[in-house]
């Protein structure tokens, strides 16, 4: 099975919390913030990362958030490379190398992943090209994480043995809550496109309410499938929204999914009638409901048909369970190596704090899948990070902003 182990900074995307620091470092030192056996990171290295992190993400971080920032990138850099260092040691310890071709399949699955999907990759170069730290690094940060993920499955998934008792229980367990959720009475709902015109800082509500009404007369006096196919068009050329790759077919939603005036246009209007624009708080919309569903009670038919299509494979269940048991053994695996190469770990864990934007709570709306690529579903061992840090300090837990 093969166990995914991101140490690169864009793929790692920061998510470890909390600090790393060789227990042999002189605390006066200028130069060598941390040393793993030959392996020294310097004061000069950590700062150009970390300038180049910002410069590169400075348009999501805000201003009075900068220092914070700073601060809890530095954090990140050097726990990353304590990390990265020793897993490397060990792999190279036990004879292990990454060719070419095991590199150019790592990034194959990876693309195909996520095919389809807006923004997504379509070389390894794609994959690298927003390294914030540029793409040369961001190679060799994939090579070296192929290399960990060989050591990882060699060393520790390899040796994991599932429980079919496990793998029952869960799967029981998942069967359970998908049948308590078919059998909850549904609400009325419907079934509605649309086409977003987006207003913002680049549109304004003059020009949104123009464009609307343009594609309003192009729609205007059609019915029936002529009106129905028009509106896929003119959805998948011109909306705004991420519906437009399907037409503007939002499926179908129940009272108060929707932003209110959304909601209220949806719920008024007839099946396959066009109605004239509606404003929200996204921008300008056409709506063209195609389906109203009665309130219903589900039959135990339907919680069978519910069960029967989404229950899991046992397969899948099988391969979740082994998933968690590798990221256990991995956290204990890196904690006892921490440990035995100098690095003091604390009682457990902290959460990082989280930043507060200060900005208003975005109203539900429309827009509810995001554009952005996603990583793909794999067993993760950094998805729960150890926590190091020097002996007899305390590291603040600092606001990610710095985040993909």
Not at 260 to 283: H, N, R, W
Not at 333 to 343: E, I, P, S, T, V
Request: glycine residues 6%.
């Amino acid at each position: 099975m093969k166990v995914k182990l991101i140490v690169g900074v864009a793929m790692a995307a920061l998510a470890c919390a909390g600090q790393a620091q060789k227990a042999s470092v002189a605390a006066d030192s200028k130069d060598v913030v941390v040393t793993v056996g030959d392996a020294k990171l310097t004061r000069a290295q950590l700062d150009a990362d970390v300038a180049k992190f910002i410069e590169a993400r400075k348009a999501q971080i805000p201003a009075a958030q900068l220092e914070q920032a700073k601060s809890y990138l530095a954090m990140q850099f050097r726990q990353q490379f304590v990390t990265k260092t020793l897993l490397l040691n060990e792999a190279k310890k036990k004879g292990l190398v990454v060719t070419d071709d095991e590199v150019a399949t790592r990034a194959n699955e990876i693309i195909k992943a996520n095919q389809g999907r807006p923004g997504a990759p379509a070389t390894l170069d794609d994959l690298l090209a927003k390294h914030p730290l540029g793409i040369e690094r961001a190679r060799v940060e994939f090579k070296d994480s192929v290399l960990i993920n060989k050591f990882v499955d060699q060393e520790i998934a390899s040796k994991i043995k599932v429980d079919p008792a496990e793998v029952k229980k869960q799967y029981d367990a998942v069967v359970s809550n998908i049948a308590q959720r078919a059998k909850a009475p549904q609400g009325e709902r419907v079934r509605a496109s649309h086409i977003l015109v987006k207003t913002d800082a680049k549109k304004t509500a003059d020009a949104a309410k123009k464009e609307i009404d343009a594609l309003y007369a192009q729609l205007k006096g059609l019915s029936g499938d002529a009106l129905a196919k028009k509106f896929a068009d003119l959805a998948k050329e011109k909306s705004d929204c991420p519906s437009k790759a399907k037409g503007g077919d939002l499926g179908a939603f129940g009272h108060g999914q929707m932003v209110p005036e959304f909601d209220k246009a949806a719920f008024a209007q007839e099946i396959g009638k066009l109605y004239e624009p509606v404003k929200t708080s996204f921008g300008w919309h056409l709506v063209l409901v195609t389906e109203k569903i009665p309130a219903s009670t589900p039959s135990e038919a339907d919680v069978q048909k519910a069960v029967a299509a989404q229950a899991p494979k046992l397969a899948d269940v099988e391969r979740r369970v082994k998933n968690q048991q590798i990221q256990k053994s991995f956290q204990s695996y890196l904690q006892g190596l921490l440990k035995a190469n100098g690095f003091e770990l604390p009682a457990g864990p902290r959460p990082a704090a989280k930043a507060k934007s200060g900005k208003a709570k975005t109203a539900k709306g429309v827009e509810s899948k995001p554009v952005e690529v996603k990583p793909a579903k794999r067993a993760s061992v950094e998805s729960k990070p150890v926590e190091v840090k020097p002996a007899g300090k305390d590291a603040k837990a600092v606001p990610a902003n710095a985040k993909k």
